[in-house]
């Protein structure tokens, strides 16, 4: 019997317009005495909401008007001509995500410690961080202003959640009324205007998976290509997510999810010309199968959601390792350090480092991390903290350690247990170094 929960939209009061942040010098917004904290309230008499609307409604524009709100309280309108292409050099201040109002019963947000940072409680459900960043929205909030301001403004692609085409199995996993989960007029909408959809299925065992799952792919698959991928990631479970509800992804599940998915695949693949549902990496790695080639991924539709990564990181790897030796770059013979990584890569990595090692005279060991901060089956590296690296401590050897650079906050040195780098470089007493492919290339080559 399936059982949802109602909750209401969340709702938040905020500022007319939107706040500049900063003005480059010498700019149009220099000369226009434009300063931090002003608020741009409209642009030719259509409001601004946000910084997206400001370059909409200002892209191709020459001749404007525009109403400020200063910040000492005054109200300017400025009759603006510009040259052709003249960018205003002014910078906006982020946009505040609008929340979700969903129940799922796989929110990793419920999954938290009780001390997490309060921004890991934060459940986005924003169509504009889905265009700008490739956050994933259900939309079951999406008002009719808000589609349409995706049509008129070409918010595309939009990356949506959908998990299951079964109306049933769908309002049970994202804790809602049917009524709320039928989103279809919603997507007809988009795909008719022509926006581009990827999609998203989060595996749950026992729930959207085996006949639901194949349904889901052939239903999302018959809207190619204006629906133009899918992407398969398996349900993740910390210590303190204890829903009776969800069932662990297991090795053998996910053996069972490749075969199935795989025939699928193939049957797409000579249909469409593309493999169209894409499983994420962590389905190959639990299952302990080979991840597929880099041609299996198409122009990785999906990496920002885990699909291909590995793949993509192998790849550039091995071009690394060939333009390294090609060019003759400066042998790293002298390095000697620890890479840590989480549990579910660790192995594919130790493999890489192992020939990179026999190829350059390094001395680098890579290290497996436990997630103790979450627990659970949660295993990948963007989510291990200060306190999981400090764990490993008794295993480091050599003269540094390297750490993912994706445990650390975007904007700042900071990880979600709130432990600083400078923290962490001091209590593990060596130089710890937040890495990714890159710049690993730039300390290996150009520092030493």
Known sequence: MYEFAVTPAVTSIRRRGVEIADVTPESLGFELELESGDRIIKVNGRTVRDYLDFRFQTAGETELMIEVRKASGEDWELQIERGEGEDFGLNFEQIVPRQCANECIFCFCKGNPEDARPSLFIRDEDVRLSFLYGNYTTLTSLTDDELQRIIEQRLTPQYVSVHATDLKVRAYLLGVDEKRADIRSKLKALLDAGIE????????????????????????????????????????????????????????????????????????????????????????????????????????????????????????????????????????????????????????????????????????????????????????????????????????????????????????????????????????????????????????????
């Open 197 to 448: 959809i990827h999609a998203q299925v989060v595996l749950c065992p026992g729930i959207n998976d085996g006949v639901v799952l194949e349904q889901t792919i052939r239903d999302l698959a018959a809207e190619y290509p204006r629906i133009s991928s899918v992407a398969i990631v398996p349900l993740g479970l910390t210590r303190y997510n204890i829903d009776s509800r969800l069932t662990a992804v297991t090795p053998e599940f996910c053996r069972q999810t490749i075969a199935q998915v795989t025939k699928l695949q193939r049957e797409l693949r000579k249909r469409l010309g593309t493999n169209f549902a894409f499983l994420g990496d962590e389905i190959y790695l639990r299952a302990g199968a080979p991840v597929p080639s880099r041609a299996h991924y198409g122009d990785l539709p999906q990496i920002e959601d885990g699909v291909g990564m590995v793949r993509s990181f192998n790849n550039s790897f091995a071009s690394l390792v060939k333009r390294a030796t090609r060019q003759s770059l400066p042998a790293p013979e002298k390095l000697n350090g620890t890479i840590l990584t989480g549990m579910l890569f660790a192995p594919e990595l130790q493999k890489t480092i192992a020939d990179f090692n026999a190829r350059f005279a390094t001395r680098l060991k890579v290290e497996s991390v436990a997630n103790n901060y979450f627990g659970g089956d949660v295993s990948v590296a963007g989510l291990l903290t200060g306190g999981d690296f400090l764990g490993a401590k008794p295993r480091l050897s050599g003269d540094f350690a390297i750490i993912p650079k994706t445990t650390l906050k975007s904007d700042e040195d900071i990880m979600l247990d709130g432990t600083t780098l400078a923290q962490l470089t001091m209590n593990l007493g060596v130089p710890v170094y937040p890495l990714d492919l890159k710049s690993f290339s730039q300390f290996v080559f150009e520092k030493n």
